[in-house]
């Protein structure tokens, strides 16, 4: 049961480029959850290129209570081939300790679906770690369920790049395709 009341309303709004010190932070938190800070390695300067630059690569929307940051959803679009139709990937989803309990993340991801939806999307996907077994249960009772056809396989690093590698000719650019 949220404790969200009247005199603390929650405001929505699509990230800025000035916000990127703000989502660094709360991947920063996210990391400190799971006991893994010592893994990020994006910048806020990254988010600021990646996010906002001409051709961003994720989008992202801000809660504030009072005029407060209190959390964010970071998210992209992706796309069903079995359905047909686009959807998103919720990256990361971050509420300040201080406003846990106000219904500050289920209106964040209740926002997103919204506008996935007003784009023509039909549905939601994210990953949450093993052992976060609050965010579980918070996804849950939202009714984003685990799936249980799918697993995640992910190439990170040196194995991103030698796969990379094994397509690349001498001199390093591909030459565009044609048809």
Sequence with gaps: MS?????????????????????????????????EVEKVRCSV??????GFGPEPHFEAVIAEVDGVYAGMAL??????????RPGCYVQDLYVDETFRGLGVGR?????????????????????VDTQNFVAQDFY?????????????HAAYGEAFQNLAA??????GTLPEETV
């Design 107 to 127: 209106k964040l991801l209740r926002r997103v679906a919204a506008m996935v939806r007003d784009r023509g999307g039909v549905y939601m996907r994210l990953s």
């Design 75 to 84: 998210f992209f679009r992706s796309f069903s081939t079995w359905l047909g």
């Design 45 to 50: 300067a990254d988010l600021v290129e990646f």
């Design 3 to 35: 404790r969200a009341v009247d005199s603390h309303p929650i405001l929505i709004r699509p990230a800025a480029a000035a916000d990127a010190a703000l989502l660094h932070a709360s991947l920063l938190g996210i990391a400190r959850t799971v006991n």
């Design 140 to 152: 849950t009772r939202l009714e984003i369920k685990l799936s249980d056809t799918e697993q995640v």
């Design 166 to 171: 094994a397509d690349s000719p001498p001199g």
